[in-house]
């Protein structure tokens, strides 16, 4: 059979989702960031809920999500997403609201909005993409940067004494009887691309059946800022990141696992 | 058990030559290009076109979506 | 038959929240605002209108709610005091720049830093001159009674809904404190989600059906469009000056000394006039209702006519500006105002406007007449 044979429109099998826009992503070649945007416009087309999803996009890489994502998007102020998401979901409780926020914006300005919102238990999707950095403004330390990580504002390597510990707002956030569920995934391989997918999916069920927070942290891989090749940073991000940050679900239908 | 062959179709302006595709087929199809693309990124492209059985593996982890996999079921 | 009451002006102020149909009100407690929330939670206005009434985190978080709700088409308020005020002018102007309507109350307490929960009017730069960062405006409504506390709040949604701006309704502790009778509004009910988007369904995020995607974002990276975009902004204040000014004057006719006040300076003003009349001094009253547009052409026109003019603000000095500016160098203009929370009386005012501009300015530059120094 020839190649040619194959390549016809009935044999396509995977595509680019039809909620991603045709602008090309401004994110870095190799960023984790891409990948997350296509599963969770996947999702959205997938549950059919695209005319009732507002998203909402706060200061970080992803502050352009709204260039690539085909749906209602707000921009909001670094990390205020959860407060916006807050009101959004309130005045429009029938909505299907999510933020897509980074570790600066969710773990570091945006703590308390975070942790209230979750608090509260809004009926929101939080969608955390953890790198272990601020990519946006040139690759400066975040709450999550592990210890000994080199990053432009700790160019020796994080020192715990005067920095802190890398601030695992995941399982605090766990912690708080808002959220229903919370979990910890990845996209560097397609197995884990697809269990992400999964997460999205339960996540947004979730708000239809009105359970409160669903929680999902993605670790990925900033290879510019980490200065590293994107295959070398997914493979650093398997040893280095995900000991300290393991995956798999941390809470589940509001029970801690 | 029917076989199934594959194909993919790389976009090669929008690929960023990340080669996140390579080390997740399972049969060596994707090489990256000599030649580089208008952005001067080296593009991925499918080398050994005969092993592809369309596990779509590559495209999903594209960030990109420069990946379109097409799939025919062959009896055996 | 009108609906009468006798309220503290926040307390009308939160009543006319309700009858204004408002969606939402997102807030914080600090002195000497709290009873805005506090009467609004215990009115439960989710029973009589479905309104959310929510306490937030913090004065940042709940001026980002205001801005999630507005970018959604809501009519959204949100309220607090000066140091308050300061942490959400970073949200006031991405109301401004993503252009979407809102309503924020300030009732100002003495500052700087944590200051005085007694009243003040020191924030009339803050409210004016932008507040927070960037080209943009504020369109400033200033009440001065209980009864403009609870009508302002109607205005000040129309008028955020007419431009897409966000609107301050610039109060003071002591008009948010006293008691005063109060003929309440009928109760406009709010857009049902169907009115909402037939209105507003061309800019607000409310879930892309049969359009296209709707974004609400203050971010332009490109210059040129960033400079476009301001512009057109600047056209809807140039628009405001021409179509909503509000002021109010009081015997201007014959005036030969002009008293320029706000809020409740203006009240108590009002009796500093009547004092003044009674000696056979023929002061007027020029109370500007909204601070921008600020009644500049008013100001410049009674300029030709009087020999000086006291602004009077419970400050150090900040209206006098605008109002120097207005009078174009025609006169002397000279500030009085206690401040620090101290309230000026009537007898203060006309003393002030006694000794500096009557006796020290009533020399008027650039023309001659029969001089009247006392």
């Known amino acids: 059979m020839e190649v040619l044979d194959i390549i016809k429109p009935e044999n396509q099998v995977f595509c680019k989702s039809k909620l991603m826009t045709d602008n090309t992503l401004s994110y870095c070649p190799g960023c984790g960031h891409g990948t997350a945007h296509n599963l969770a416009m996947e999702v959205i087309d997938e549950l059919g809920i695209v005319e009732d999803t507002i998203g909402v996009a706060p200061v970080g890489c992803s502050v352009f999500a709204y260039e690539f994502m085909n749906i209602d998007m707000t921009q909001a102020a670094h990390g205020r997403a959860p407060a916006v998401a807050t009101a959004i979901s309130r005045t429009w409780p029938e909505k299907y609201v999510f933020t897509y926020q980074g570790d600066g914006d969710l773990a570091a300005i945006g703590t308390a909005e975070t942790i209230h919102a979750c608090n509260r238990g809004e009926n929101i999707v939080i969608i955390f993409v953890n790198n272990g950095i601020y990519g946006m403004t040139g690759g400066q330390m975040a709450p999550t940067t592990l210890p000994g990580m080199k990053t432009s504002t700790s160019p020796y390597g994080r020192e715990i004494e005067s920095m802190g510990s890398p601030l695992k707002i995941t399982e605090l956030v766990a912690n708080l009887p808002g959220t229903y569920y919370v979990t910890r995934q990845s996209v560097h391989t397609h197995k884990h691309a697809r269990k992400t997918k999964k997460a999205i999916k339960t996540a947004f069920e979730n708000t239809r059946l009105k359970k409160g927070v669903s929680f999902i942290e993605i670790v990925s891989n900033c290879n510019s800022g980490w200065k590293m090749n994107p295959n070398e940073s997914n493979k650093w991000m398997e040893e280095h990141m995900f000991p300290y940050y393991p995956l798999g679900d941390i809470k589940v239908k509001g029970e801690l696992k | ?76 | 038959m009108p609906e009468l009451k006798l309220m503290k002006g926040n307390e009308a102020l939160a009543e006319a929240i309700i009858r204004a149909g408002a969606d939402a009100y997102f807030g914080y407690p600090i002195t000497p605002q709290s009873e805005i929330i506090e009467y609004l939670m215990t009115e439960r206005p989710e029973e009589r209108t479905g309104m959310v009434v929510l306490q937030a985190e913090s004065e940042v978080a709940a001026i980002n709610m205001v801005y999630g709700a507005a970018s959604t088409g809501k009519k959204v308020i949100t309220s607090s005091s000066s140091p308050g005020i300061s942490l959400k002018l970073e949200g006031v102007s991405y109301l401004a720049g993503a252009e979407l309507p809102a309503v924020i109350v300030n009732v100002v307490r003495g500052g700087p830093g944590l200051g005085t929960i007694q009243p003040s009017q020191a924030d009339y730069y803050q409210a004016v001159k932008g507040g927070g960062h960037g080209d943009y405006k504020l369109y400033v409504l200033a009440p001065s009674s209980a009864q403009e506390m609870s009508d302002f709040v109607q205005d000040a949604f129309e008028i955020a809904f007419k431009y897409r701006n966000p609107v301050m309704i610039l109060s003071d502790g002591l008009i948010g404190q006293m008691m005063e009778k109060v003929e309440l509004r009928e109760q406009l009910p709010r857009l049902t989600n169907q009115e909402l988007i037939k209105r507003y369904g061309d800019w607000a995020t409310t879930g892309k059906k049969g359009r296209e995607r709707n974004i609400v974002t203050s971010l332009d990276l490109l210059s040129e469009r960033m400079e476009a975009r301001v512009r057109r902004l600047m056209k809807k204040y140039e628009r405001m000056e021409n179509e909503d000014l509000r002021y109010e004057t009081f015997n201007c006719d014959d005036a030969e000394y002009l008293l320029v006040a706000y809020g409740s300076s203006a009240r108590i003003a009002q009796k500093a006039m009547q004092l003044g009349r009674e000696k056979g001094l023929k002061i007027g009253l020029l109370r500007p209702i909204t601070l921008f547009p600020f009644p500049k052409k008013q100001i410049n026109a009674l300029a030709d006519q009087i020999s000086g003019i006291l602004s009077v603000e419970l400050n150090t000095g900040q209206m006098i500006d605008d109002v120097r500016l207005a009078a174009e160098h025609k006169v002397p203009v000279e500030h009085f105002g206690r401040t620090g929370g101290v309230i000026h009386t009537p007898e203060e005012i006309l003393e002030a406007l006694e000794q500096k501009i009557i006796k020290n300015g009533s020399i008027r530059y650039n023309k001659t007449r029969e001089s009247s120094i006392l």
């Open chain 2, 1 to 76: 058990m029917a076989k199934v062959k594959g194909a993919i179709v790389v976009d090669t302006e929008t690929c960023k030559g990340c080669e996140l595709c390579i080390p997740v087929c399972q049969d060596q199809v994707i090489s990256m290009s000599k030649e580089v693309n208008r952005k001067g990124y080296h593009y991925a492209y499918m080398s050994n076109p005969d092993v592809c059985n369309g596990c779509t593996n590559c495209a999903i982890v594209c960030p990109d979506r420069a990946i379109s996999v097409y799939r025919v079921k062959v009896s055996a």
